[in-house]
């Protein structure tokens, strides 16, 4: 397999058993997002999935001033290598704006892709950037049978034009779409004590008015705020419901992976001693695995 990174061509500067729930073991409520003024969104581009000609996959108008997040997961189905570019178009000159990335290194394994891709973007900065000539490209190439796995969120200082395209952008590919999804973040609280020692949560499950071209919550954060007595261990385990998954996570600021591992197993991903201020656990949906995926929190 080449060897491939994207470059941010910038045109300017630049197995554990678990044992079937009980009465007793809680589930943490789902609750809905407030209704707030929008300043973050998500965009959802894997439709349609596998690239089957030249043309532009994805074609979205981003705000000024509004926060996305673009999970993009898609595979080369042609029998050429071409380049693979995201791209920004200002409305004006230069472009300003800031952008987190997280791309996975083209390969012909979808969840080793999009591991690998959600492991960037949580050990990465937002980092200010500039088009001098109104337009920003992330690109590389991409052979027959590769994946490009994604996420890059951006925030531009104008209106700008976002597109996804292989080859080249002079129309787009017939049925493509974007799905917006509003307030792409969630809040988690977690109280773990003597009696409520164990408690549940599905990540990537859709929520009630979601598109139904969206099959799981892929790119959404959940910021889970582990409540557990001072020096406690608490060990977090997962396991994926709707097929073959994995978990990528930030744990106290630390980033943590697992394996890909069959639907239905528990793995545990960490232990952790819970210091003064708690525990944070940040984690999303990547591409190339099932959702939903069931996380267990127990106090030891």
Same mark, same amino acid.
């Given at each position: ?5 994207? =470059?941010?061509?910038?045109? =300017?500067? *630049?197995?554990?058993?678990? #044992? ?8 943490? #409520? ?8 929008? @300043?973050?969104? /998500? %965009? ?17 108008? %981003?705000?000024?001033?509004?926060? +996305? ?10 029998? =050429? @290598? ?5 791209? *920004? ?21 979808? #969840? ?17 950037? /500039? ?8 690109? !590389?190439?991409?052979? @027959? ?6 996420? %890059? ?26 799905? @917006? ?11 773990? &004590? ?23 919550? +892929?790119?959404?954060? +959940? ?22 998954? !994995? ?19 528990? &793995? ?12 944070? %656990? ?6 190339? =695995? ?5 996380? &267990?929190?127990?106090?030891?």
């Amino acid at each position: 397999m080449p060897h491939f990174c994207f =470059v941010a061509f910038i045109l =300017v500067l *630049l197995n554990f058993g678990f #044992p079937c729930r009980s009465f007793a073991q809680q589930t943490i #409520p789902q609750t809905a997002p407030q209704t707030l003024p929008i @300043t973050h969104r /998500l %965009l959802f581009c894997n439709d349609p999935e596998r690239i089957k000609s030249a043309g532009a996959y994805a074609d979205a108008r %981003l705000e000024a001033g509004v926060t +996305y997040t673009v999970f993009y997961h898609y595979r080369n189905n042609t029998n =050429v @290598t071409g380049d693979f570019v995201v791209a *920004l178009h200002g409305s004006e000159t230069p472009l300003r704006f800031t952008a987190r990335q997280g791309t996975g290194d083209p390969r012909r394994d979808p #969840p080793l892709a999009g591991r690998q891709a959600m492991a960037r973007f949580l050990s990465t900065q937002e980092t200010p950037l /500039l088009g001098r000539k109104g337009t920003a490209r992330f690109a !590389g190439k991409l052979a @027959t049978k590769q994946v490009a796995s994604g996420i %890059l969120q951006v925030r531009c200082e104008q209106n700008a034009r976002l597109r996804i395209y292989f080859r080249h952008d002079r129309w787009l590919v017939k049925g493509a779409r974007v799905v @917006t999804l509003d307030d792409p973040r969630r809040e988690i609280a977690v109280a773990l &004590r003597p009696g409520a020692q164990t408690q549940y949560f599905r990540i990537g499950q859709p929520e009630p008015g979601m598109s139904r071209h969206l099959d799981g919550t +892929y790119g959404m954060l +959940y910021a889970f705020k582990v409540d557990a007595p001072e020096g406690r261990r608490v060990r977090v385990a997962f396991s994926p419901r709707g097929g073959k998954g !994995g978990m990528v996570a930030s744990v106290n600021g630390k980033l943590r992976q697992s394996g890909i591992i069959p639907a239905t197993h528990w &793995r545990v991903f960490c232990e952790t001693i819970v210091g003064p201020n708690g525990l944070i %656990l940040t984690t999303a949906p990547f591409g190339g =695995v099932f959702y939903p995926v069931e996380l &267990r929190f127990d106090l030891l």
